[in-house]
């Protein structure tokens, strides 16, 4: 991951010609690479760590909010009563259970189409606050790291600047490897010489440590992204809806509960609900018993939903409760411990209970990475994405930094040269292939720069001299 400068070149003299132009090559798809991709960093590191530290100091939708503990909570019913009634013409959408006895409870009210969080003291159920939903800082910067606020088109550009990471990381690994110098250089940086080679020194070795953490962050990015992450990857992984024992399924995901932000486990996004209004399922409530939140409350915690949940109300007449738990939703530090329950509204039966060990295995693995790709496993994933974070900022920067040292100056990019009759290139073209058929934005970014270069700018001197 590094932009080796032209004083790395005496390090090459004595090697074979071959690998001279094959080093030439990985620095020059290094420079391009860096060239699309260093300012997505720079925007992604910076709003994931500002998302991080927000969700662990203030909480996303204001549940860290404090209250005073009392004796006996107010029913929820009661406390849900108070959250509509602060939005007049309201309907009441979600419950989010204190994590701790002196949190306030969450209430998600919807009214003509916007949706209100209401806060609520527990034990007294007067409204402490109200916001709308999706309105926080949390929220700005989420939808910056997702899309740039730009939508589906934000979402691709961010998605060929991961892929294109890949490549960065490929061909940086590649030109830091030890050749001839030993490893004492790749992992230690040196500052005896100062000027550019002490940045390149300071790159390549933060790079090459900090190589396999951003391969992680990559890819379970992408693995939200729109078209590696939905068409390829999670298409295939998601949960069989077989599983739900043949109960009645909803024409709805389950990324309709999805409201802006990723909200449903990864998992689950592209699985049918199930439906209320049959027999079906385990019967978990005595016959004839009401149904109502209060009740639903008490089914959650009978099954084990201690602490924060989430509990989702029916919407329309074959809608389900939803009790949910993932780390995603910081509802809990541990992403083993994810859990989602539909129950029937009408018998209070349990039509579907998934649990992390029900997941296959690229959903586990999604589960466990998502939760460390955004801190949310506790303080210490908070810290360490943190150092992640300044590592790219740092690794941005200094690119940046020796490319300006380098350059002759003028309006051209100085651009490292390109190699002349350069040999394996068979060899480079399979590379490139199998990029391409591992992260088609990036496949595609290649390719159209390919002919770009063949086609048009190397035919236009002046845009040939601009970009070497």
Known sequence: MVSIDSDGVSRQATAPVSTNKLYLAAWRWHFYAGLYVIPFFMVLAITGMSMAWIAYIDGRDGENIAVVPQQVAQAVSVQAEAAVAAIPGGTLKQYVAPRANDLAAIFRVDREGDATMVVVDPYTATVLAEFPRRSGWYDVFDTIHSDLMLGVTGDRMIEIAASLGMVLIATGLYMWWPRTGGWRSVLIPSFARGGRVMWRSLHGVLGFWL??????????????????????????????????????????????????????????????????????????????????????????????????????????????????????????????????????????????????????????????????????????????????????????????????????????????????????????????????????????????????????????????????
């Open 211 to 468: 190589s396999l953490f951003l391969v992680f962050f990559l890819i379970s990015g992408l693995s939200w992204a729109g078209v590696w992450g939905e068409k390829m990857v999670q298409a295939w992984s998601q949960f069989p809806a077989e599983k739900w024992d043949n109960v009645p399924l909803s024409d709805e995901t389950h990324a309709s509960m999805n409201h802006g932000r990723k909200e449903v486990p990864w998992a689950l996004e592209q699985t049918p609900m199930p439906a209320s209004g049959s027999e079906a399922g385990e019967a978990m409530m005595p016959a004839g018993s009401e149904i109502t939140i209060d009740t639903m409350d008490s089914l959650a915690r009978e099954i084990g939903f201690d602490g924060r949940y989430q509990m989702n109300v029916p919407s329309g007449d074959t809608g389900v409760y939803t009790f949910s738990r993932d780390s995603m939703s910081t509802d809990s530090p541990d992403p083993m411990s994810d859990r989602t329950v539909h129950v029937d509204r009408y018998t209070g039966n349990i039509l579907a209970d998934v649990r992390y060990e029900d997941y296959s295995w690229a959903g586990k693995a999604m589960a466990v990475g998502i939760a460390l790709h955004m801190g949310t496993m506790g303080l210490w994933s908070v810290l360490a994405n943190t150092l992640v974070c300044l590592s790219v900022l740092f690794l941005c920067v200094s690119g940046v930094v020796m490319w300006w040292k380098r350059r002759p100056g003028g309006m051209r990019l100085s651009a490292p040269p390109l190699p002349r009759d350069m040999p394996l290139w068979q060899g480079a073209t399979l590379v490139a292939l199998a990029v391409s058929m591992a992260f088609p934005m990036a496949g595609l970014t290649l390719l159209t720069v390919m002919m770009l270069d063949m086609l048009i700018l190397s035919r236009i001197p002046a845009l040939k001299r601009a970009l070497s």
